[in-house]
């Protein structure tokens, strides 16, 4: 099924701006232990459908996790399978015609065949016929035998010429037949090739809208949201539920310009989940995206360098436990520890 990546909402961000606020508001009274506060978030899709139809089947639950490509739902596609079906009977019958049509063409084959031997048997008869002819002249001159045998040879031989004759006759008009039907067999062969071809074509179509009448989950995940119920009809497009990759959650958090230059992508850094009232859960993570891009300091959100205009958004990637929910507080420790200069001495 399709997967969208759900856009950020602007009261998500309004909230996100009110956590780091409180969170920096309530530790202004003590040393900080942390350099950016967050909010936690999630990579978040939302699957529709892709075909038209009843939810025949919509196996979901919110709050389950799911297994990626797991099958959660389909939707009616008998009249898709009857298509399907139709086109397997036209191919059939194309196939069929095409049997007939090289049917007919060996048939006439072997007619051809069978007029060459007959020929050939034609010519060694009147060969033997000619042998005794020449064989009784002789006698009939040394008047051993009677005239009317060498008569009865000679027209003997005349039948069997004439039945050549009429033999190779045959034989010429039924190649000339074989000729004609073989261009037309082709030609006919040709167009069933090409109604076959369109209807393998017509098939992959139908075989692939069946497979997107069934749901399967882009993910592993948690569902987040349900939006349809076994029995309704949906339309192509339509969304049916929202999951969210709660295991590899990441914090978003802003950093100043003058932490920037020591926070890099790929960067080993402390996570604090917040649970409120001065309890907190320590995670490893990782800086996974650094924005290219600045942005005025809302009034929503406070930096460890308050008087900054300019903050830039940053996320941090979490494996989570269990422990870690959408929409927490959390803080980022960064490691700021200047890098060491080429001769082995930090930088000053």
């Known amino acids: 099924m399709k997967a969208n990546n759900h856009a950020k909402t602007p009261l998500r961000m309004l909230v996100s701006g009110l956590a780091v606020t409180s969170l920096l508001c309530a530790c202004t009274d003590k040393e900080k232990d942390y350099d950016a506060t967050g909010v936690f978030e999630a990579t978040e899709v939302t699957v529709s459908a892709q075909s038209s139809g009843e939810l025949t089947l919509f196996n979901i639950t919110e709050g389950t996790l799911v297994e990626a490509g797991a099958h959660v739902g389909s939707i009616d596609a008998e009249h898709l399978s009857l298509q399907k079906q139709q086109l397997g ?7 069929a015609n095409r049997r007939q049509l090289e049917s007919t063409r060996a048939a006439t084959e072997s007619q051809r065949l069978d007029l060459e031997k007959q020929s050939a048997v034609l010519q060694q008869q009147i060969s033997n016929a000619q042998r005794e002819r020449k064989r009784y002249a002789e006698l009939v001159s040394d008047g051993a035998v009677a005239r009317k045998q060498l008569d009865d040879i000679d027209y003997q031989i005349s039948v069997l010429q004439k039945q050549l004759a009429a033999t190779r006759d045959q034989l010429s008009r039924t190649n000339r037949s074989l000729q004609e039907q073989a261009q037309a067999l082709q030609a006919q062969v040709e167009g069933i090739q090409a109604q076959q071809r369109g209807l393998g074509v017509q098939q992959e179509q139908l075989d692939d809208q069946i497979r997107h009448t069934r749901i399967v989950t882009p993910l592993r995940g948690t569902v987040l949201e349900k939006y349809a119920e076994q029995g309704e009809f949906v339309s192509t497009g339509k969304p049916l539920f929202k999951l969210a990759d709660t295991e590899n959650m990441f914090l978003r958090a802003y950093i100043t310009s003058a932490q920037l230059q020591s926070v890099k992508v790929g960067q080993a850094v402390t996570v604090f989940a917040d649970y409120g009232g001065g309890q907190r859960k320590e995670y490893a993570g990782t800086v996974s995206w650094i924005s290219q891009k600045s942005e005025f ?13 300019l903050v830039y958004a940053v996320k941090i990637a979490v494996k989570n436990d269990g422990g870690i929910k959408i929409g927490m507080y959390g803080e980022v420790k960064f490691s700021l520890t200047p890098n060491p200069s080429p001769t082995g001495e930090g930088s000053r």
């Open 297 to 309: 300091t809302p009034k929503t959100i406070l930096t460890d360098d308050e008087r900054a205009d």
């Open 89 to 95: 009977t036209t191919s059939e019958q194309l196939n």
